[in-house]
């Protein structure tokens, strides 16, 4: 559990400093403060999670299927 914990905070922080490294470079606690206010597809303050969680899948889908046939082969 402390593991996937990890994996999801990295690519929480990864995917919000790619995506807004410009304003984080520059303004970094205004763009947290502006959070709630943002407007991306609708999902508002929930963004950064949801489409984190959406990554999150996409890299756990391989990792379940290698160690399925990892399992079998044992």
């Known amino acids: 559990m402390k593991k996937e914990l990890?994996?999801?905070?990295?690519?929480?922080?990864?995917?919000?400093?790619?995506?807004?490294?410009?304003?984080?470079?520059?303004?970094?606690?205004?763009?947290?403060?502006?959070?709630?206010?943002?407007g991306a597809y609708g999902l508002g303050v929930f963004h950064p999670l949801i489409f984190s969680f959406v990554i999150y899948i996409i890299i756990l889908l391989p990792r379940l299927v290698f160690k399925l046939f990892k399992r079998k082969s044992k």
């Open 6 to 38: 990890t994996i999801f905070l990295i690519i929480l922080i990864v995917l919000t400093i790619g995506m807004h490294y410009k304003e984080f470079l520059n303004h970094p606690l205004e763009q947290i403060i502006n959070l709630p206010s943002s």
